[in-house]
């Protein structure tokens, strides 16, 4: 008797795993089936579909009977250029991307721009009738339809920032004063120089050259081309001095005893900062420069402290007032000494005495 309960314990509790083994597979299956819908339902996804879809048209033929490709007249840059073979070359490259453009917080339309590199190629408009749908709770989504699908076959223009001693081409053909922007702000930069070009359809082929005639890389980032260097421009009081890899660097004076230091090299360059204290800091880009920096006017005669060491009178300049000039004719009055002084420490403490 008890091994026939025995044997009959082990049967159901055989047959109780069973069941809870068919039911987590079940469940598995379950949650991956609504983790396809759900990716599915996505709009980016019905999106890829679209540009999908355009591909296969470029490739089967079909797509002229839907979308004609507009006329287009090509500029110096794109001189000789198949216009309409390149552009359906791009929409059947492998690196096109869906990039969202606009999407209404209310879930009702979503659009989304069809990319190659920085050139659009296609517009697609997503509707839905607002009402999400919800699955184990954690899963909210909406039932995206197609609105419309736009190619998109429109001129670009862009901006080219280098520095002064760069060339750029384009497509093979050098930039010149006829794409050259200039300023009229007399405070410019003027180790930049900017270019401007207008009428592009592809993809542009940009070449920058070194002073030294090297190619460098470059980034087109909303428009914009600028080399890949490292780039810094410091601002300081002109009581400090740069170096760059060893090298002094004078900068530019901008005014009210400030000068701007524009550094640009294609490796990461050393950038020292000192002050007339013996202090000295190495500059790795950003504004995190520790500085106590204070212009202070007094008598001639008073000394002055900056951090418990004495200010050097070379970093004085002498004032002129021209109602004390007349009265020293009278009387002896010293002069009026203006120091700017700089020190590579955060709120350095300042003394002031007179020497006497």
């Not at 598995?28 to 019905?46: D, F, G, H, R, S």
């Not at 001693?165 to 200039?182: C, P, Q």
């Not at 950038?271 to 500059?283: A, L, Q, R, T, W």
Request: overall charge negative; charged content about 25%.
């Amino acid at each position: 008797m008890k091994q026939k309960r025995k044997s009959n314990f082990k049967f159901a509790y055989v047959v109780y795993l069973c069941v809870l083994a068919v039911l987590a597979i079940a469940s598995i299956v379950y949650v991956k089936v609504l983790l396809t819908q759900y990716e599915k339902a996505q709009p980016e996804y019905i999106a890829k579909q679209q540009m999908n879809e355009l591909s296969a048209m470029v490739k089967d033929g079909t797509i002229e009977r839907y979308f004609p490709f507009p006329n287009v007249e090509t500029g110096k840059f794109e001189s000789g250029k198949n216009i309409k073979e390149k552009y359906y070359d791009m929409l059947c490259s492998d690196n096109l991307e869906c990039v969202l453009d606009h999407k209404e917080i209310d879930g009702t339309h979503a659009t989304y721009k069809i990319m190659s590199g920085e050139v659009e190629l296609a517009d697609v408009a997503l509707k839905s009738d607002g009402v999400p749908k919800q699955k184990l709770i954690i899963f909210v989504y909406y039932d995206w339809d197609v609105e419309s699908i736009t190619p998109v076959v429109k001129m670009q223009s862009y901006d080219v920032e280098i520095p002064s001693d760069f060339t750029v081409s384009l497509n093979g053909i050098a930039l010149g004063d006829d794409e050259r922007v200039k300023s009229d702000d007399p405070n410019a930069d003027d180790s930049l120089k900017k270019y401007r070009v207008e009428g592009l359809y592809l993809q542009p082929e940009f070449r920058i050259l070194t002073s030294d005639g090297k190619p460098t890389e470059y980034n087109i980032i909303k428009n914009k081309v600028t080399p890949v260097l490292f780039d810094y421009t410091l601002t300081i009081p002109d009581s400090l001095s740069v170096t760059v890899n060893g090298v002094s660097n004078p900068g530019t004076p901008v005014g009210s005893g400030m000068i701007r230091h524009s550094i640009r090299e294609l490796e990461e360059p050393e950038v020292m900062i000192y002050d007339s204290f013996g202090n000295s800091e190495k500059y790795e880009g950003g504004n995190k420069l520790p500085l106590t920096f204070k212009r202070i006017t007094v008598p001639e005669g008073y000394r002055i402290t900056f951090d418990g060491m004495d200010v050097p009178n070379s970093l004085a300049v002498k004032t002129e007032v021209a109602e004390l000039d007349e009265v020293r004719k009278y009387s002896s009055i010293p002069e009026t000494m203006e120091y700017s002084v700089s020190i590579l420490k955060d709120n350095a403490p300042i003394s002031i005495r007179n020497a006497s």
